[in-house]
């Protein structure tokens, strides 16, 4: 059975960071990308980062881009979110998610629909 647990989100002011953290078990970790959805109050799931734990290979949403960090511990089947200047739109449940399709611009959409999920984390950034 997946299973993905996350931990790390918390209540922060904006210009802060924050460290998400996704241990996944019952599965093979290198056969997975791993990413990260985010779902804010009466908005629909925004897909954010994935990560390939095969090779490593890594895709950010736009506005993520140069502020978040993906990345693998391979040995700890653990993928993190280093998440650096956050600000208030960042608030958001964010929800780590397993799928077998490489990562990319497909992964959403299929991890979307079909991949396992966790059970999410909160970020709330204070302005």
């Known amino acids: 059975e997946v299973q993905l647990v996350e931990s790390g989100g918390a209540l922060v002011q904006a210009g802060g960071s924050l460290r998400l953290s996704c241990v996944a078990s019952?599965?093979?970790?290198?056969?997975?990308?791993i990413g990260w959805f985010r779902q804010a109050p009466g908005k629909e799931r925004e897909g954010v980062s994935c990560?390939?734990?095969?090779?490593?290979?890594?895709d950010y949403v736009d506005s993520v881009k140069g502020r978040f960090t993906i990345s693998s511990d391979n040995a700890k089947n653990t993928v993190y979110l280093q998440m650096n200047s956050l600000k208030p739109e960042d608030t958001a449940a964010y929800y780590c998610?397993?799928?077998?399709?490489?990562?990319?611009?497909?992964?959403?959409?299929?991890?979307?629909?079909?991949?396992?999920w966790g059970q999410g984390t909160q970020v709330t950034v204070s302005s």
């Open positions: 998610v397993a799928d077998r399709t490489l990562c990319g611009s497909s992964w959403y959409f299929v991890a979307l629909q079909l991949g396992s």
């Open positions: 019952g599965f093979t970790f290198d056969d997975y990308a």
């Open positions: 990560i390939s734990s095969s090779d490593g290979r890594t």
